[in-house]
């Protein structure tokens, strides 16, 4: 296991499309978070999982996102109905958080272009 | 709210020069922790240094050094003697320590490092 890796590196989609991202963690990391970074900002918190429970969304998820992390392990993020404002860089990061808790430690991201 | 600002948006240094970059956090929490990632053209953060709230000593590891003051809510970075490997977006970053979100980051905006050889 060498690092979080996501799928795909890219996509292109036209709007009003449904489209779906993989993130497969370090697999010994319980937390799985997902972030989205526009060009030239900060990434941005959108949820993020302990185990296989969802314990917190960001007022920036709404209704047309939905994330599952179905076994603890790998997860999905769903965007429906796709908008241009939906176009960035989906990024997942993995943690440890028991004894001996790590920091997160990111993939390299899903770049989504919406046109 | 928590917030990060980093009121630099890019830098430009002569490779084996110094570089320090700025942070400044605000948060009402007495627990948390700082970061510091780099994040080049490839895309993938990289995690360079973690500081919790209690601990102010300042450290160097390699070349990098970070400067923690609390009283003044900031929380720097120096990179001794660049390369042009160092060249990428650097951010800066805040999680509360005590809440069920744990690691959940909160970045500041980003400064771009670029190391001309």
């Known amino acids: 296991d060498t690092g979080v890796s996501q799928n795909p590196r890219h996509k292109i989609t036209k709007r009003g499309q449904n489209v779906t991202f993989r993130c497969d963690p370090i697999s010994e990391h319980n937390r799985l978070y997902w972030y989205r970074q526009t060009l030239g900002q900060g990434p941005e918190f959108l949820t993020y999982f302990q185990n296989e429970a969802q314990l917190e969304k960001s007022r920036l998820l709404s209704d047309r996102f939905s994330a599952e992390r179905p076994k603890g392990s790998f997860s999905t993020l769903e965007i429906q109905r796709t908008e241009q404002g939906d176009s960035a860089m989906y990024l997942c990061?993995?943690?440890?958080?028991?004894?001996?808790?790590?920091?997160?430690?990111f993939g390299q991201g899903t770049r989504l272009t919406v046109v | 709210a928590q917030k990060v600002t980093q009121a630099q948006t890019e830098i430009s240094v002569v490779e084996k020069e110094d570089v320090t970059l700025d942070c400044v956090y605000e948060?009402?929490?007495?627990?948390?922790?700082l970061f510091w990632y780099k994040q080049p053209p490839s895309g993938e953060l990289v995690f360079l240094i973690r500081r919790n709230s209690f601990d102010e000593q300042n450290e160097i590891s390699g070349r990098y050094s970070w400067n923690f003051q609390k009283s003044t809510s900031s929380f720097n970075f120096t990179i001794t003697a660049s390369q042009v490997v160092d060249s990428a977006v650097y951010f800066c970053?805040?999680?509360?320590?005590?809440?069920?979100?744990?690691?959940?980051?909160?970045f500041g905006g980003g400064t771009r490092v670029l190391v001309k050889p």
């Open positions: 948060t009402r929490d007495t627990t948390y922790y």
């Open positions: 990061a993995s943690s440890w958080t028991g004894a001996g808790e790590t920091e997160a430690f």
């Open positions: 970053a805040l999680s509360e320590a005590e809440k069920a979100a744990g690691n959940k980051l909160t």
